[in-house]
């Protein structure tokens, strides 16, 4: 099975941008765990970052076309932006929301996402390892699709 991580602005700094918040894994780290990841679980793992909000709506679209599962952390855009939030709606594979953060503990800004309301389910605040659960969980529910 093909899945994309598709991560959003400014997790391309990971590894740089406030460690005591995001860690210290970088975004070519991230990847390349996560397709070793994918590897054993038997998934093709294509791990991709953007900072413009057009080039992720493209990729959305190209799950969607293509039925492929998503994994997503949305970033900043999860707060505001419906047209990604319209674009994950459209998506018909299992997709899943990640947040490196625990966004509920965090400014009042952070709490609400306007992505999550079209997503298979969210793992938040559990770091990087959200990542692995969220592939973990797609290749458990191609195996199960009932679950
Ligand atoms: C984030 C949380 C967002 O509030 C923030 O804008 C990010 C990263 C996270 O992974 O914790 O850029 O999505």
Partial sequence: THVLVLN????????????????????????????????????????RQTDAEAQMIDWLHEAADNRIPVVINPAAWSHYSIAIADAVAQLEAPAIEVHLSNIATREEFRHHSVVSAYVTGTIIGLGASGYDYALEHITALMEHPQE
Avoid at 9 to 27: A, D, K, V
């Fill in 8 to 47: 959003g602005p400014n997790l391309g700094r990971l590894g740089r941008r406030e460690p005591q918040i995001y860690g210290t894994l970088t975004h070519a780290a991230l990847r390349e765990h996560l397709v070793a990841v994918g590897h054993d679980l038997g998934l093709r793992v294509d791990v």
